[in-house]
C-alpha cells in the first residue's frame, strides 16, 4: 500500500512530465454514470474519500477536494487534512478556487470524464484547461483493479418486452424525423436498454460499460471486447448489431465526417464531442433518442415491475415480521438488520443483487439522509427509537427500492415523532392517489407531499422522486418529482418513487417510500381530455405506531385501510405461515 | 373608409414598391406589449381581426391570419374569408406555412415588432426574412391614428414608496455587478417603474410608451418627445435623467460602441439587439433589471395596494348587493352589469380606469375564457343561470383584479354547477392557504389549484395565476402561477392571482378570483427555514348558494367563514347602509 502522501507525489511528478502545473479530478469516470467500477475510482484512491460525487484539484503546492452538503463529514473523516483542504462545493466552488490559486496556471484535465457544459463551468475561471491524452492517475496507479471483463449477456425478451431489432427500428425512426444520420449512446443504460444485454461490471446496477453508435438505419456497432461477448451473445444481437474493439470509437467517429450526428450533452464526454467536430461532423445536441422510451416500461416490463415487487414484499414483510421481535430486545445492529433483509430478498426468485448499499439508520443515523452503515459506525438498534430501513434489489424482472421507518418499541413513540411521521404518511398519500391530465410533469406534483409538512413549517432537503429502471439503474431519468428535476411530462409505464421525509439532525429521520407506476386513468363522466394515475407497486404496511389517526382525513384513512387490505389479500398468501399473523395485524384498518 | 380588400391590395402594392414579396405582421407593436395604442393597430386594420395575439402573412396571391384556440371564433367572425385564410397559430404554424407555401420568396417584416426570437422561428423556413426600413402598413394606412401625445406625469412617492434616484442606483448596481456599463430598458413598463412614471399612452395601462438607457452610474436617457414633459415632470426627473428624442434612440446605442450592454431578449425588438451588434456594442443577454425589483412591491406599494383594494371591494360589494335583486328580475344585460360595476368603481377615490375591458359573461357566454360583451355578442342576464364577472380598475395607488361567478336564481342550481363551483373553490382556498419555504415558484403551486377538479377528470385551459403591477399592467412578469410559467422563486411583495376556473362550452363558466401578496409566515416552533405565506388583498364574499357544504372539509370551511368574517368587519363599515344588510347575509358562516 502507498501513503496518501506518496500518490500525491506521484501524481504531481506525473503532471510535471505531462506539461501541466495541475489537475482537475472529478469522480465519474468514462461513462459519467452515478457508479463506478473499481478501476475507475481514481478520486477515492488518490484522496481517500468514497462518497458518490467529489472533484478534486491538484496545484502545485495545494490540493482542495470539494464534496456537497451530504458528504462534507465523510469527507473531514476520510482524507489527510495535512494533504487536502476540504471545501463545500456550493458554498466555495472550484471556479472561485482557480480564480484565485491557480490563475495562470495550466491545469491539465481528462476529457473522458467531464461533459463539455462542465468544463464550461470551470474554463472561464482564468487557469488555462488542457486536454490530457492519458489519465494521470493512471499513469502512478500501481496496483489498479483490472477494467470489467466479465462476459455481457442477453435480457430475455420474456423481461424486455421488446426485441432489440424493433427498438433499433423505433430509435432510428426519432434520428430520421429529425434529420440525423447517427446519434452517440454514450450512456451505457441506452445501450443496455436497446440491445437488451446486461453485465456485472457494476456491483449495484447490472450495467455493461460499453457505448454504441446508432444510424439512421437501426444498424447498431457495439463497442465491446469480443472476449466479453460469446456466441450465445452474438446470436442475440444479430445482423443488426456489429461487435467493435473499444479503442475503434474514435475511429468511427472520424467515418462520421461531414454527418449530422445526435449527441446528449448531459451524458457525453467532452472527448467525444471534440473529436465529431475535428472530425468535420455536425453534433446535433439533443435528448438520448433511447431515454424516454427506456423510461416508459412496456407491458412485459409493466408486469415484470408488479412480479418483481410481489416478492420484495415478501422479503420485506418477513423482515418486518422479525423486526418487531427482534427490535425491543436490543440485539441487533444496523449492519446485522440489513443483512438480515438482504438474505430475506436471496431467497426470491430471480434475484441479482441489492439495487443499491441500504440505508439502515437507526435514531440519529436515521437523520443522515445518504447514510451507509459501516463497521466503525455501526450501532445496536435500540428499543424505544425511530428505525430507518431503504433499501431495494435487481430482479431480472424489475428493479426495486421500498423505505420504511419503524418504530422499535416495546414503548409508545413520543408525540413529535408519531406528528411528523403522519405528516410524512399523509404527503405520500397525496402524491400516490393524486390524479393528473396528460401534460403534467414531475416538478409541478412535488408540493403535493411537502404540503402537510410545510404547514407545520417543515420541510425536507431531497427530492420526493427519481425514476427507477426495468433491472437497469435504480436512478434513472430524464423524470423526476421535485423542483429541480426538468419539467419532463409524465408518461404511461414511467416508474417512480415516492419518498418524502422529515430529518431531525442528531434526533431521528423518517421517510416512507413507495414505487409507483403511471397509467391511464379511468374515465369520470364529463371529462374532456385524458387523465393518469398511479398504481401503487410497492407493498409493506406503514408503521401503525406512528400513525396519529386523527390527524388523517376521511379520505387518508380509506386509502391507507385499502392499501393494507391489499397488502395482506396479494401477499399474505405467500408468506410462510408465522408471518402471516403478524401482517395480519400490521394490515388491521386503523 | 376603405375596404379590406382595397387595404390588402396597397399592401401588395407597397411590398413591390420595397421590393419583397410578402409581409409577416403581428399584433404587436414597437414595445411588444400586450396592449397597443390605435396607431399601433395595425393588425386589425389590415385584416378586421380584433383579437390581442395574431399574425399575418401577406403572399402575393394568399393571405393568412394565425390566431390561438381563444381566438378562432372571433377571427372566423371579423374576416372576411375571401381575403382571408384562418389558421390555428399552434396546430398550423406559421413556419409550416412559410415552408410550403413561400418558399424561395422574399418575406419582408418590420424589425420593431418581433423579437430575435420570434424570428428566429420564422427564419428556419426556406424563405428569406427581409428586414424593411418602414412598416409598409404605415404607408397604405392614410387615416391612422396619431401617435399617443399626452403629457407623461410623476407617480408621486406616496404611492411609489422609493425614489427614482434610489431605484436608478439599485439598478445601476446590478450592471456594476454584471460588469455592464448600461442596459437598454425596451419595456416601458421598466421605464415606469424606474423613473416613477405614469400616462395614459394606453386606455387601461398608466404607461408612457417610451424607451429609455440605464448606465452603470445610475444616470438614465429617457427617449421621450419634449412635448411631453412639463415642467413638473422635469423637475420630478432631476439631473440624473436626460431627457431626449426619441428619434435619437439609434445615435445613443451606436455610442455604446464597444460597451457591454444588456438586453431582455424577451422584451426587446430585435431592431434594438441588431444596432448595438452593428454599433460594436457586446449585447449581454439577461434579465431586465428593473423586472423583478418591479414585481416585488415594497411597504408603500403593499400597503397602497391593501387599500387599493377596499375601495375596490366596495363597489363590488354593492355591485353584488345592486345584482341579487336585479339578476331575478332578467332586466339586466351582461354590458349594462358591467357598465354598473364600472360606474360604482368610478365613485371611489383615486380611480383612474378599468385595469381591462370587464369580462361579463352570462350563461354560455361564461365559458368563453377572454368573452368580451360587444353590442353584437351583448345578451340579457336571465333568472337561473350562472354569470361570470372578471374585472378590475386602476387606482392611483394600486391595481385589481377580481373575478366572482354568481347563481342569479331566484331557483335552486343544478347540482352539476353547485359542484363544480365548489370544486374551483376548494382549489381556489388551497392555493391561497398554503405555506411555502422559500425558493418555491409558480409552476410548483399550480396543482394545489387543480387538484380538486383533477379528481373529477376535469381541468382548465388556462394558467392559475399572474402576477399584477401597482398602479400598472394587470399581467406583469416574471412570476406566474401556471405549469408554463418560469420558475421564479416567489418573494415577499408580489402579487398574484389566484383564479382557478371550469368551463363547460356552450353551457356555462365558472372563474373565482382573488389577489394575493406574498408576505414572510410567521415562524413555527421546530422550523429551521423561512417559509412564506399570502396575504389575500381581495374581499367580496363567495356565492353561497353555489358551495355544497358537504363537500368542504373542516379546514375549507373555517377558513372560508374567516375570510367572509373578515371582509364583513372590514368593508362594512363602508358601505352605504342598504348594503349591509346584503353583506351581512352574504358573509354568515356557512
Known amino acids: 500500500m502507498t501513503s496518501p502522501a506518496s500518490r500525491l507525489g506521484a501524481l504531481r511528478a506525473e503532471l510535471a512530465r505531462q506539461g501541466v502545473d495541475g489537475f482537475l479530478l472529478p469522480r465519474s469516470d468514462e461513462f459519467l454514470g452515478e457508479y463506478v467500477p473499481p478501476a475507475a475510482e481514481r478520486l477515492a484512491w488518490l484522496t481517500g474519500f468514497t462518497g458518490s460525487a467529489g472533484l478534486a484539484l491538484v496545484l502545485p503546492e495545494t490540493a482542495v477536494l470539494f464534496v456537497d452538503g451530504r458528504y462534507t463529514d465523510q469527507a473531514a473523516a476520510e482524507t489527510d487534512p495535512a494533504l487536502w483542504q476540504r471545501r463545500h462545493i456550493i458554498e466555495q466552488p472550484p471556479a472561485d478556487a482557480i480564480r484565485a490559486e491557480a490563475a495562470g496556471l495550466r491545469l491539465g484535465y481528462d476529457p473522458w470524464v467531464h461533459t463539455e457544459a462542465s468544463l464550461e463551468k470551470l474554463s472561464a475561471a482564468g487557469a488555462e484547461l488542457v486536454p490530457l491524452a492519458t489519465n494521470p492517475v493512471d499513469a502512478v496507479w500501481r496496483d489498479r483493479p483490472p477494467p470489467p471483463a466479465a462476459p455481457a449477456a442477453p435480457h430475455p425478451l420474456r423481461f424486455a418486452g421488446l426485441s432489440p431489432a424493433a427498438k433499433r427500428e423505433a430509435a432510428a425512426k426519432i434520428l430520421q424525423e429529425a434529420g440525423e444520420v447517427a446519434a452517440v449512446l454514450a450512456d451505457p443504460h441506452s445501450v443496455a436498454w436497446l440491445l437488451n444485454i446486461r453485465g456485472a461490471d457494476l456491483p449495484h446496477t447490472p450495467l455493461v460499460l460499453a457505448r454504441a453508435l446508432l444510424r439512421d438505419d437501426g444498424g447498431v456497432e457495439l463497442f465491446l471486447d469480443a472476449g466479453r461477448a460469446d456466441e450465445a451473445l452474438r446470436a442475440h444481437l444479430g445482423n443488426g448489431v456489429a461487435l467493435r474493439p473499444p479503442d475503434a470509437f474514435g475511429a468511427a467517429l472520424d467515418a462520421l465526417s461531414g454527418a449530422r450526428v445526435r449527441l446528449d450533452a448531459d451524458v457525453t464526454p467532452a472527448w467525444i464531442a471534440r473529436r465529431l467536430r475535428t472530425a468535420g461532423a455536425e453534433p446535433a445536441f439533443g435528448e438520448d433518442p433511447c431515454r424516454l422510451p427506456r423510461a416508459c416500461k412496456n407491458p412485459v416490463e409493466q408486469d415484470g415491475a408488479r412480479a418483481a415487487h410481489r416478492r420484495d414484499a415478501v422479503a420485506l414483510i418477513r423482515f418486518l415480521a422479525w423486526f418487531v421481535e427482534a427490535a425491543p430486545r436490543g440485539t441487533e445492529t444496523e449492519i446485522s438488520a440489513a443483512a438480515r433483509l438482504r438474505a430475506l430478498r436471496a431467497e426470491g426468485d430471480l434475484f441479482v443483487a441489492e439495487s443499491f448499499p441500504a440505508i439502515s439508520g437507526a435514531g440519529e443515523h436515521g437523520a443522515v439522509v445518504h447514510y451507509r452503515a459501516t463497521p466503525a ?14 433499501s431495494g434489489a435487481q430482479y431480472r424482472d424489475g428493479t426495486t427500492d421500498v423505505t420504511r421507518t419503524l418504530w422499535t418499541g416495546p414503548g409508545a413513540p413520543p408525540a413529535e415523532i408519531a406528528a411528523r411521521y403522519t405528516a410524512v404518511l399523509r404527503g405520500h398519500v397525496a402524491l400516490a392517489t393524486v390524479r393528473f391530465p396528460e401534460g403534467v410533469a414531475g416538478p409541478h406534483l412535488d408540493a403535493l407531499a411537502r404540503r402537510p409538512l410545510w404547514d407545520d413549517g417543515l420541510d425536507y432537503d431531497h427530492g420526493t422522486g427519481h425514476g427507477i429502471g426495468s433491472f437497469l439503474s435504480v436512478h434513472e431519468g430524464p423524470a ?19 419518498e418524502p421525509g422529515f430529518y431531525r439532525t442528531g434526533a431521528y429521520g423518517i421517510r416512507i417510500e413507495n414505487l409507483l407506476m403511471v397509467r391511464p386513468a379511468e374515465e369520470r363522466p364529463g371529462s374532456t381530455r385524458r387523465f393518469l394515475r398511479f398504481e401503487t407497486l410497492t407493498m409493506a404496511p406503514y408503521e401503525r405506531r406512528l400513525i396519529l389517526v386523527d390527524k388523517l382525513t376521511p379520505a387518508e384513512r380509506g386509502w391507507i385501510d385499502a392499501y393494507h387490505a391489499r397488502v395482506a389479500a396479494e401477499i399474505g398468501p405467500l408468506l410462510p405461515r408465522n408471518d402471516t399473523f403478524w401482517l395480519k395485524e400490521a394490515c388491521a384498518p386503523l
Chains 1, 2 share one sequence.
Open 377 to 390: 459506525t455501526d450501532r445496536p438498534i435500540r428499543p424505544d427509537e425511530a428505525y430507518l430501513i431503504d
Open 480 to 498: 423526476g418529482i421535485s423542483r429541480t428535476a426538468k419539467a419532463i411530462a409524465l408518461r404511461p409505464g414511467m416508474i417512480l418513487s415516492d
